[in-house]
Nanobody, 115 residues
Framework: QVQLVESGGGLVQAGGSLRLSCAAS????????MGWYRQAPGKQRDLVAT???????NYADSVKGRFTISRDNAKIAVNLQMSSLKPEDTAVYYC?????????WGQGTQVTVSS
């Protein structure tokens, strides 16, 4: 099993910035992709950004140029720097990691952007 613990969510005004962090523990051997997804009320959970062990990144079009994902392979941690936040970025943000064909999720952290 892999445990993922997120931190850094909160309330921010539009145009502001927040940084999310996620640390993995447990059976972390061979974790490959780590990243972030988000789910707004009444909507499905969507990709925000991911990064592989090798550093390859993937971003949702809606966050390109505003969000930056980074990874610490030594600590098995992933961060999401969010800038120029918009009210539509309001959601619960979930950390994600996979080992082979098995995916793991954090408990989620709320991000609220006020207009």
């Amino acid at each position: 099993q892999v445990q993922l613990v997120e931190s850094g969510g909160g309330l921010v005004q539009a145009g502001g910035s927040l940084r999310l962090s996620c640390a993995a523990s447990g059976n972390i051997f061979s974790i490959n992709t780590m990243g972030w997804y988000r789910q707004a009320p009444g909507k499905q959970r969507d990709l925000v950004a991911t990064v592989t062990t090798g550093g390859r990144t993937n971003y949702a079009d809606s966050v390109k140029g505003r969000f930056t994902i980074s990874r610490d392979n030594a600590k098995i941690a992933v961060n999401l720097q969010m800038s120029s936040l918009k009210p539509e970025d309001t959601a619960v943000y979930y950390c994600y990691a996979d080992r082979g064909l098995v995916g793991y999720w954090g408990q989620g952290t709320q991000v609220t952007v006020s207009s």
